[in-house]
T-cell receptor
Framework: KAGVTQTPRYLIKTRGQQVTLSCSPI?????VSWYQQTPGQGLQFLFE???????NKGNFPGRFSGRQFSNSRSEMNVSTLELGDSALYLC????????????FGQGTRLTVV | AQSVTQLGSHVSVSEGALVLLRCNYS??????LFWYVQYPNQGLQLLLK??????LVKGINGFEAEFKKSETSFHLTKPSAHMSDAAEYFC????????????????FGSGTQLTVLP
C-alpha cells in the first residue's frame, strides 16, 4: 500500500508570492490534515478536510487555505508569502474512524526569501 | 482545550541504557494518545498509540508506554537504547471518546531530541 505522498519536497519562494502544496493520502483514507512545523512554534495544526469539506481549522491567518478533491487528494495554498512562513509542511492521512492514527508524508520544505 | 507537555527538550543516554521520555497531557476527558518519531528531514512515524483498553501499550522498535490517568501521563520507555534511536520524539493527543474535540486533530508536545552516546 502506497504511503502519503507530498509534492514537491522542497520549494523556494520570494516574499509576496503564493504557493500550492499537494498531498495524496493513502488509498481509502478520507481525512487529510495539514500541519506546519517550525523550530520556534513546533508542530501546529492548520486544517483538516474530510470528504471534501473543511472540518477543523487551526489558528492561522486567511492567507492559508486548502481544499480536497473527490479522490481525497488535498492541496494547501499560501498567498502573499512572508518570511515567517518558512517551515516544513506536513500532510497527515487518516481513515476517518475514531481512534485510528494519522499517517504522515515526508513533508514539503518551504523556504521564503 | 487539550495540551501536551514534554519534559526535557534534550535527553542523552548511553547505548544500552534505559530510555525514558516524559509526556503529560491536559484534557477534560481521557484523550487518545500517541508517540511519533521524526528523523532529520523526514515526516512523522507512529511508534505507538493508546485509545482504550490495556494501559501498557507496546510499539515498534522495542518502545512501550503506559497510560496513567491519575497522573495524566503517557511516558515512553525503551529498556536498552540503540544508536539508531537517535531522533526527535513527539507526544500527541486527540479527542478521546466522549470528547467534543476532534479525534483526528492532533495536538503535539514540543518534542524531545534523543541523543544516544556510544
Amino acid at each position: 500500500k502506497a504511503g502519503v505522498t507530498q509534492t514537491p519536497r522542497y520549494l523556494i519562494k520570494t516574499r509576496g508570492q503564493q504557493v500550492t502544496l499537494s498531498c495524496s493520502p493513502i488509498s481509502g483514507h478520507r481525512s487529510v490534515s495539514w500541519y506546519q512545523q517550525t523550530p520556534g512554534q513546533g508542530l501546529q495544526f492548520l486544517f483538516e478536510y474530510f470528504s471534501e469539506t473543511q472540518r477543523n481549522k487551526g489558528n492561522f491567518p486567511g492567507r492559508f487555505s486548502g481544499r480536497q478533491f473527490s479522490n481525497s487528494r488535498s492541496e494547501m495554498n499560501v498567498s502573499t508569502l512572508e518570511l515567517g512562513d518558512s517551515a516544513l509542511y506536513l500532510c497527515a492521512s487518516n481513515p476517518g474512524v475514531r481512534g485510528t492514527e494519522a499517517f504522515f508524508g515526508q513533508g514539503t520544505r518551504l523556504t521564503v526569501v | 482545550a487539550q495540551s501536551v507537555t514534554q519534559l526535557g527538550s534534550h535527553v542523552s543516554v548511553s547505548e544500552g541504557a534505559l530510555v525514558l521520555l516524559r509526556c503529560n497531557y491536559s484534557s477534560s476527558v481521557p484523550p487518545y494518545l500517541f508517540w511519533y518519531v521524526q528523523y532529520p528531514n523526514q515526516g512523522l512515524q507512529l511508534l505507538l498509540k493508546y485509545t482504550t483498553g490495556a494501559t501498557l501499550v507496546k510499539g515498534i522498535n522495542g518502545f512501550e508506554a503506559e497510560f496513567k490517568k491519575s497522573e495524566t501521563s503517557f511516558h515512553l520507555t525503551k529498556p536498552s537504547a540503540h544508536m539508531s534511536d537517535a531522533a526527535e520524539y513527539f507526544c500527541a493527543v486527540s479527542g478521546g471518546l466522549g470528547s467534543s474535540g476532534s479525534a483526528r486533530q492532533l495536538t503535539f508536545g514540543s518534542g524531545t531530541q534523543l541523543t544516544v552516546l556510544p
